[in-house]
């Protein structure tokens, strides 16, 4: 069984702060799947904010974070991370960390993902 635990958010940061979250994962073949950053707010669907391969070599943004989100890997440590430089009010949202079975996913979309965080809340005042 695989767990995937979040860490890093929970706090308030103001607009123009940076924020790293965490994703330690265990009971699984970690540096064999792709990892992936999601995020939801009240009353929309969970959208894809990152998603990076097996090995760390290939990584795909949204458009709503390009140049200020940085997704990386460590498999040593069986953990992704999501650098969030320059945030802004409406980078709010419960931020989600999601593995595919996939070593080189191009998936965008939730059911893609068989593996689930709990969930980390991100709050960015203006």
């Known amino acids: 069984q695989v767990q995937l635990v979040e860490s890093g958010g929970g706090g308030l940061v103001q607009a123009g702060d940076s924020l790293r979250l965490s994703c330690a994962a265990s009971?699984?073949?970690?540096?064999?799947?792709?990892m992936a950053w999601f995020r939801q707010t009240p009353g929309k669907e969970r959208a894809i904010v990152a998603r990076i391969n097996w090995n760390g070599g290939s990584a795909y943004y949204a458009d709503s974070v390009k140049g200020r989100f940085t997704i990386s890997r460590d498999n040593t440590k069986n953990t992704v991370y999501l650098q969030m430089n320059t945030l802004k009010p409406e980078d709010t949202a419960v931020y989600y960390c999601?593995?595919?079975?996939?070593?080189?996913?191009?998936?965008?979309?939730?059911?893609?993902?068989?593996?689930w965080g709990q969930g980390t809340q991100v709050t960015v005042s203006s």
């Open positions: 999601a593995g595919s079975i996939f070593a080189a996913s191009f998936s965008t979309s939730v059911g893609g993902y068989r593996y």
């Open positions: 009971g699984g073949t970690f540096s064999s799947y792709t």
